[in-house]
């Protein structure tokens, strides 16, 4: 511990020195009994204070949570020598709320005493948190002394973004060779009844349809739709967001992401992420419990990056998007950066689909006529930007806080569909 002397004992040393050297400048003992009480209590003091030997450890309930989770943290205090009086604060990061317990905490320890401290946490936001930094402040008896300690507990806990409700997901275009719970567009054998055809030599038996072939007067078989996955890549832009106090469009798009991944993944398609922005990142796409991790603490890593480098989809490494994979973008279309990026993504071929995190309802108005012309101008260009995408066969949708998940993906649902039949 770092020790250094209170005002408490300046002040001490201070009367008995003025007192004392008045004393006998003046040569008036009085003066010097006036000061010798300090002077005793100095005297005492000093011979009294002793380093105090503080142990601290923190123990956490889980290393894992989902937002809004609450969860127990316990710290045990243990003194050696005793402390007359300590101080303890247990830093908390930006993302975790004190619920119940106090923090800071001030306590008296006996020598050899231990003393448990029961926090209690919420998960305000999602993150990958560092807990464990604890300040120390102890004083003796007199309170002549201050020692200063900071001690690193340091334990990771990893605080998921929670799932926005989400009954159906987008369909791909196209599927890939090994099975899954997408219904391919191509025949084959599978559960989806696709049309009926005569019989051919090679066919099965149980493919008849006997109640059509009897109508018919010949052999009909059934064709089916066969269960195929998909590759899906999830394409997250970091370049830039819009924020108003603790809420801002990347915490609404990592939520999206980390809820699209786990629903892709639950009916066995691959999945894999891009992270676009400052620093780019991307994870292969693959499938299971173990890409789940993968990709949500991928995403914990996601935060606005400041950077002017121009970045195109050239430096995202091929294999990360396979050619017949459904690529789902989370963006707010703040940079033009990752505007031009998606457009060269449709440009060359992708099935693209645009989840737009609107950053509208965080944006105000000024107070000028001016100022209220260039936030119309504002919306009138992402109007543009929007029909931009549409022109070129890419659906989107605008999703804000306050408003259904399922209904901004229900918009793409549907022009895909609409488009589609169009095509046919």
Not at 161 to 188: D, H, I, M, S, W
Not at 232 to 251: G, M
């Amino acid at each position: 511990m770092t020790r250094t002397a209170s005002p408490r004992l300046v002040a001490y040393a201070a009367v008995s020195a003025v007192g004392l050297v008045a004393a006998l400048a003046l040569r008036r003992p009085e003066l010097a009994v006036l000061a010798a009480p300090f002077a005793a209590l100095l005297a005492v003091g000093l011979q009294l204070a002793e380093t105090p030997a503080v142990g601290v450890w923190l123990a956490l309930d889980r290393e894992r949570a989902i937002e809004g989770d609450e969860l127990d943290v316990e710290l045990l205090v243990r003194s050696d020598t005793g402390v007359a009086r300590l101080e303890l604060v247990l830093l908390l990061p930006a993302g975790l709320e004190l619920v119940e317990g106090e923090n800071p905490v001030a306590l008296r320890l006996a020598r050899g005493e231990e003393r448990e401290l029961p926090l209690r946490l919420r998960c305000a936001r999602w993150g990958r948190w560092e807990l464990g930094d604890v300040r120390l402040r102890a004083r003796d008896t007199l309170g002549l002394y201050v020692w200063e300690q900071r001690v690193g507990r340091r334990q990771s806990l990893k605080v998921y973004p929670r799932a926005e409700r989400l009954r159906e997901l987008v369909a791909p275009l196209e599927t890939q060779v090994y099975a899954g719970n997408a219904v391919a567009r191509v025949k084959g054998d599978g559960l989806e009844f696709a049309d009926t055809r005569p019989f051919a030599p090679g066919d099965r038996l149980r493919a008849i349809n006997w109640r059509a072939s009897a109508r018919r007067g010949e052999l009909i078989v059934n064709e089916r739709h066969p269960e195929r996955n998909t590759d899906v890549i999830l394409f997250l832009d970091s370049f830039a967001e819009a924020r108003r106090l603790e809420e801002s469009t990347l915490d609404l798009a990592v939520r999206a992401t980390a809820t699209l991944a786990a629903r892709y993944l639950a009916r066995r398609d691959r999945v894999g992420l891009v992270t676009f922005g400052g620093i780019l990142r991307w994870l292969m796409p693959g499938t299971g419990v173990a890409q789940r991790y993968r990709l949500i603490d991928a995403v914990l890593e996601t935060e606005v990056e400041f950077s002017y480098a121009w970045k195109d989809v050239n430096v995202i490494p091929a294999r990360t998007l396979p050619p017949e994979a459904l690529v789902l973008a989370v963006t707010p279309l703040l940079d033009p950066r990752a505007v031009g990026a998606l457009l060269d993504l449709r440009a060359r071929g992708y099935d693209l689909a645009v989840i737009e995190v609107s950053p509208v309802p965080f944006v105000e108005p000024g107070r000028s006529e001016l100022d209220r012309l260039a936030h119309r101008l504002w919306l009138l260009r992402r109007e543009e930007l929007r029909s931009r995408f549409e022109r070129v066969g890419v659906s989107v949708a605008d999703w804000s806080e306050g408003t259904s998940f399922e209904a901004a993906l229900e918009g793409v649902r549907s022009y895909r569909r609409h488009a589609l039949l169009a095509r046919r």
